[in-house]
């Protein structure tokens, strides 16, 4: 029973996970597990320890709030430089400047290629006609 450690310390209070502590009363209780916050009249939420001894209610929800809402705020950000991009990109209408940089490198190399091959041709073929195997 949580009972038992009122009026002792915190940390004898919180040993057991059911337990709730008050700090501005020095009470020891069972947790409100139907209820997600322990009522103002239980205990007020700057006062209410449950878990570890140093972080109290209001500060937890403050933390998480803030966490959570930079997260959303990230993930709003994120999700909107995506979508803008995509729309760009349709609205363009064509390749981007990366898929038009490549193709461009893909058609020097294959004409160079070519070249190559004909200059090679000739050689073998001026060979030929030196040694008479024509």
Same mark, same amino acid.
């Given at each position: 029973? !949580?009972?038992?450690?009122? #009026?002792?310390? &915190?940390?004898? !209070?919180?040993? #057991?996970?059911? &337990?709730?502590? &008050?700090?501005?009363? %020095?009470?020891?209780?069972?947790? $409100?597990?139907?209820?997600?916050? $322990?009522?103002?009249?239980? &205990?007020?939420?700057? =006062? @209410?320890?449950? %878990?570890?001894?140093?972080? #109290?209610?209001? @500060?937890?929800?403050? @933390? ?11 993930? %709003?950000? !994120?999700? !909107? ?7 760009? /990109?349709?609205? =363009? %209408?064509? $390749? ?9 490198? +893909?058609? /020097? +190399? ?7 091959? @004909?200059?090679?041709? =000739? ?12």
């Amino acid at each position: 029973d !949580c009972r038992q450690y009122t #009026n002792r310390s &915190c940390e004898e !209070c919180l040993k #057991n996970v059911t &337990c709730l502590w &008050c700090a501005s009363s %020095g009470k020891c209780m069972e947790y $409100p597990v139907r209820r997600i916050l $322990p009522p103002a009249d239980l &205990c007020e939420l700057r =006062s @209410a320890r449950w %878990g570890v001894c140093w972080v #109290n209610f209001e @500060a937890l929800i403050i @933390a998480m709030s803030v966490v959570g809402g930079t997260l959303l705020v990230t993930l %709003g950000v !994120c999700c !909107c430089c995506c979508c803008k991009k995509k729309s760009k /990109k349709q609205v =363009s %209408g064509g $390749p981007d400047k990366d898929d038009e940089r490549a193709a461009r490198e +893909r058609e /020097k +190399r294959r004409v160079r290629q070519e070249e190559r091959r @004909a200059e090679m041709k =000739s050689r073998h073929d001026e060979i030929r006609r030196k040694y008479g195997t024509v």
